[in-house]
Nanobody, 115 residues
Framework: QVQLVESGGGLVQAGGSLRLSCAAS????????MGWYRQAPGKQRELAAS???????NYPDSVKGRFTISRDNAKNTVYLQMNSLKPEDTAVYYC?????????WGQGTQVTVSS
């Protein structure tokens, strides 16, 4: 079993920055992809950013140039640096980790951007 602990959410004004962290622990043999998804009220969960074990990243157009995902393989941790935040970035952000054929999710952390 894999446990994920997220931190770093909160309330910020538009134009501000936040950094999310997600640390994985447990039965980890090899982590493949890691990522962040977000879900706003009344909307479906969507990708915010992902990173492969080789460091290749993927972002939707809505966050390109503002969000940066990174990972520390020694610490089994993934980060999401969010800059120039907009009110439409308000959502619960979930960490995702792919270990072998399994996908694990964090409990979610609230990000609220005020205008």
């Amino acid at each position: 079993q894999v446990q994920l602990v997220e931190s770093g959410g909160g309330l910020v004004q538009a134009g501000g920055s936040l950094r999310l962290s997600c640390a994985a622990s447990g039965s980890i043999f090899s982590i493949n992809a890691m990522g962040w998804y977000r879900q706003a009220p009344g909307k479906q969960r969507e990708l915010a950013a992902s990173i492969t074990s080789g460091g290749n990243t993927n972002y939707p157009d809505s966050v390109k140039g503002r969000f940066t995902i990174s990972r520390d393989n020694a610490k089994n941790t993934v980060y999401l640096q969010m800059n120039s935040l907009k009110p439409e970035d308000t959502a619960v952000y979930y960490c995702m980790v792919n270990v072998l054929a399994n996908v694990y999710w964090g409990q979610g952390t609230q990000v609220t951007v005020s205008s």
